[in-house]
C-alpha cells in the first residue's frame, strides 16, 4: 500500500506561483507513475498532468502546458507540481495519484492510489 500525501497548497495572487509536494510512504514509488489532477467547486476532476517513473517523460494538457512542471525525487519518495504564472481558474483541490508502470496516463481510473488533496485558491 502507499498513502500519499499533499502539501503546499495555499493562497496565492494570480500571476503567482506555487509549489505543491507530493510525499510517499509505505512503499517506494521508483517504479510507479504519478499523475497530478484538480478539482474545481462543480465541476469534475481534470487531469493535470502526469511524469513517468523516471522523470525523463512528463505530459500535459494544453491549459496549463509552459506554466506548470511535474518532476519527482525518487529517493526522496516525492513528487511535485511547480506551478506559476497562475489564474484564478487554476482553483481547485489538487490531488497526486500513482500507479505501477512504465507509462504515463491522463486517465484517473488508471491510479491505484490518491492523496486527499491540497487546497490552491488564486485570487484575482
Known amino acids: 500500500q502507499v498513502q500519499l500525501v499533499e502539501s503546499g497548497g495555499g493562497l496565492v495572487q494570480a500571476g503567482g506561483s506555487l509549489r505543491l509536494s507530493c510525499a510517499a510512504s509505505g512503499s517506494s514509488i521508483d517504479k510507479s507513475a504519478m499523475g497530478w489532477f484538480r478539482r474545481a467547486p462543480g465541476k469534475e476532476r481534470e487531469f493535470v498532468g502526469s511524469i513517468n517513473w523516471s522523470g525523463a517523460h512528463t505530459d500535459y494538457p494544453d491549459d496549463v502546458k509552459g506554466r506548470f512542471t511535474i518532476s519527482r525525487d525518487n529517493a526522496k519518495n516525492t513528487g511535485y507540481l511547480q506551478m506559476s504564472t497562475l489564474k484564478p481558474e487554476d482553483t481547485a483541490v489538487y490531488y497526486c495519484?500513482?500507479?505501477?508502470?512504465?507509462?504515463?496516463?491522463?486517465?484517473?481510473?488508471?491510479?491505484?492510489?490518491w492523496g486527499q488533496g491540497t487546497q490552491v485558491t488564486v485570487s484575482s
Open positions: 495519484a500513482t500507479f505501477v508502470g512504465w507509462g504515463m496516463s491522463r486517465t484517473a481510473a488508471d491510479y491505484d492510489y
